[in-house]
């Protein structure tokens, strides 16, 4: 038995090193096919609803290729006790994962950070003024991550704002983009994601064109940046009108 | 739903939608006017209605509201009259949870406190709490200010503002027979409360 034991490893590790060359080699290639057949500047294909839980005051549930979102608002209600009286409302934000969000339990990205960046991306399209001294809670659940959940869950956020009927300067549309070698590609999922060389996220008011968050990471040369901005701010329009029309349906269709 | 049908004729619109412009509407419910570009936006899903003003009136802007949809639930606001219920009677101070605000009900609670000086308007250094409200009292008081991180400052100091309805020690609702007093229909006993005067 002793014998036994000592001749299968103990874990189970699939050696990266080889994968990571066979991809790399892919990557290099000006011609990258997209693990979803997409073209390098088309988005996934979105699939937008509001009123998905019926015990918060607003929601929506957004489902962007596999990437599967919910988001729930709560409010605006008392504040807690221990916070310092203020004349304008407050935005509290926190993202979580399901256990089986990732395909390996426990994999998912630090949802801390998430929580402050949604907040910032948030922060600046609601009309505070409009319930001084109240809190406005946002949860978002991640069900399914299937890469650019940020993204996803800020304009899905944005949508569940609105249908709480929280006072906004605008929706809010956010896109990502990544930098694979010489490619741009939009909307990346989880595996051009970890190939990356840089990533690139404009949050946006379309309607009033002011961004209100931009996030860079990794190598980007100026040109890339400014090709990456044009394209995320375009495609953020688009699915403004996207998160419009599913509001107005949820308002001529009701779902009750 | 019959909301819709009538408001169909009002366009649907979604928060940051262009509304007009400020020189010839004026931002009202559910709109707002964005300064640096001199528009009116809509902050709300909903219809857009138009109110003409008074032919008479000085500005002769119409006035565009967002309305029909969800708004979210009602929140105090200094110089509403809020519906309450009394959770907590001290010496110099009530506390009561906020039910209604004007004529809504909120979705979420929010505490509010009645202190000593705010109960009445005449000799407002001899009120005694205990004799003015009981844990359970259902009040109307007017909201004085946001108050401070943990309530809302309400006022009974108005004739039609103090207890609503009241249970007496026995259990039955009492019936008011002054401004300070309610009787018991069950007992006849007279317990003393700061009363509200009701449609008069």
């Known amino acids: 038995m002793a014998g036994k034991i000592s001749n299968t490893p103990a874990t189970y590790m699939p050696s990266p090193t080889s994968q990571n060359k066979k991809m790399s080699s892919i990557f290099t290639g000006s011609d990258w096919v997209r693990p979803d057949g997409r073209g390098p500047h088309q988005c996934r294909p979105s699939f937008l609803r509001t009123g998905a839980v019926n015990y918060a005051s607003g929601s929506a549930y957004a489902e962007f290729g596999n990437t599967k979102v919910i988001v729930s608002v709560f409010g605006p209600r008392e504040s807690k006790k221990a916070m310092m009286y203020s004349d304008m409302g407050r935005l509290n934000c926190n993202v979580s994962y399901t256990s089986f969000a990732t395909p390996i339990r426990g994999q998912a990205s630090e949802s801390k950070d998430l929580s402050s960046m949604l907040h910032k991306a948030l922060e600046g399209a609601i009309i505070l003024e409009s319930f001084p001294k109240t809190t406005v809670d946002v949860f978002a659940l991640v069900l399914e991550s299937g890469g650019s959940e940020l993204p996803v869950i800020i304009s899905c956020a944005s949508l569940a704002l609105a249908d709480a009927g929280i006072m906004l300067y605008d929706m809010v549309a956010s896109v990502s983009m990544s930098c694979l070698g010489k490619n741009l590609v939009i909307d990346p999922v989880s595996e051009e994601e970890s190939y990356q060389d840089g990533g690139l996220m404009i949050t946006c008011m379309p309607s009033r064109n002011e961004v209100t968050q931009m996030t860079v ?3 980007w040369s100026t040109p890339k940046i400014h090709e990456a901005m044009q394209l995320c701010l375009d495609a953020c329009s688009k699915l403004g009108k996207i998160m419009r029309s599913c509001l107005k349906e949820a308002v001529t269709l009701p779902q009750e | 739903m019959k909301e819709n049908e009538e408001e169909k004729s009002g366009q649907l619109v979604t928060p940051g939608e262009v509304l007009g412009k400020p020189a010839e509407l004026k931002a009202g419910k559910g709109a707002y006017v964005s300064p640096h570009n001199n528009t009116v936006y809509a902050s709300l899903t909903g ?19 967002v309305t029909g949809h969800k708004a979210h639930g009602a929140v105090p606001e200094i110089g509403a009259i809020v519906i309450a219920r009394v959770t907590k009677v001290m010496a110099r101070m009530a506390s009561a949870d ?6 809504k009900s909120v979705r979420e609670k929010f505490t509010g406190i009645i202190r000593q000086q705010d109960v009445r308007a005449t000799e407002i250094d001899k009120v005694d709490m205990h004799s003015s409200f009981h844990p359970g009292d259902i ?4 909201v004085l200010s946001l108050g401070d991180a943990r309530a809302y400052h309400l006022s009974t100091a108005k004739d039609e503002l103090g207890v609503v309805s009241a249970e007496s020690a026995a259990g039955a609702t009492m019936v008011p027979i002054s401004w300070t007093e309610m009787q018991c229909p069950l007992t006849g006993q007279i317990e003393q409360r700061k009363v509200a005067k009701i449609g008069a």
């Open chain 1, 217 to 219: 990471t990794g190598e």
């Open chain 2, 47 to 65: 219809f857009r209605t138009l109110t003409y003003p008074p032919p008479d009136s000085p500005d002769p802007r119409p006035t565009v509201d």
């Open chain 2, 98 to 103: 906020i039910m209604c605000v004007g004529p």
């Open chain 2, 139 to 142: 009040v109307r008081a007017l």
